[in-house]
């Protein structure tokens, strides 16, 4: 099983800043990598797929990068509705696991 | 619009059982792959079993031979019978449409606390 680690676990940003999230795979899953976004209270939503892909309807300030073993995922431009939890997932190995997250909170 | 709703949970004693369903709109449940996922209270994200178009089935090693997935076509409706529960079963489950591999579209979740 693929073992997904993210850092940093809490990330205290003010709006308008720029956020960066790191995901760094336990072995290579190529781009097989996706973001979600969860608040409280609230399902996640799938924000990049294959690493680098926005899904439908994603603001552009969102970008993910990276490749084998290690991603990237930023958020250019903080805006108030951005404070969340952030999760990766893998599925390039069987089976699908999920990162443990990284807390996007307000400074 | 795609719309999915989770229905089933509830308090249940350890050892018990609970089938969760998962009401789909907006799109063919038997066309796609479809998921369940959850999340432990505080906790991140788990996988838990997915059901391919064709009908095939796979299950986290944390569920298999206690949960079955399943779907009822002519009810546009996901499954998820959960026996022999555990406390470590206790989450919120979501029920997801998949992508490509990824989760695409979920539902609000439904809540399952297994405890005596």
């Known amino acids: 099983e693929i073992v997904l680690t993210q850092s940093p676990a809490t990330l205290s940003l003010s709006p308008g800043e720029r956020a960066t999230l790191s995901c760094r795979a336990s072995q290579s899953v190529s781009s097989y990598l996706a973001w979600y976004q969860q608040k409280p209270g609230q399902a996640p939503r799938l924000l990049i797929y294959?690493?680098?892909n926005r899904a439908t309807g994603i603001p552009a300030r969102f970008s993910g990068s990276g490749s084998g073993t290690d991603f990237t995922l930023t958020i250019s431009s903080l805006e108030p509705e951005d404070f969340a939890v952030y999760y990766c997932?893998?599925?390039?190995?069987?089976?699908?696991?999920f990162g443990p997250g990284t807390k996007v909170d307000i400074k | 619009e795609v719309q999915l709703v989770e229905t089933g949970g509830g308090l249940i004693q350890p050892g018990g059982s609970l089938r969760l369903s998962c009401a789909a709109s907006?799109?063919?449940?038997?066309?796609?792959?479809m998921s369940w996922v959850r999340q432990a209270p505080g906790k991140g994200l788990e996988w838990v079993s997915v059901?391919?178009?064709?009908?095939?089935?796979y299950y986290a090693d944390s569920v298999k031979g206690r949960f079955t997935i399943s779907r009822d076509n002519s009810k546009n409706t996901l499954y998820l019978q959960m026996n022999s529960l555990r406390a470590e079963d206790t989450a919120v489950y979501y029920c997801a449409r998949d992508w490509d591999g990824y989760n695409l579209d979920w539902g609000q979740g439904t809540l399952v606390t297994v405890s005596s």
């Open positions: 997932q893998q599925r390039s190995n069987w089976p699908p696991t």
């Open positions: 294959d690493a680098s």
């Open positions: 907006g799109f063919t449940v038997s066309s796609n792959y």
């Open positions: 059901i391919y178009s064709g009908g095939s089935t």
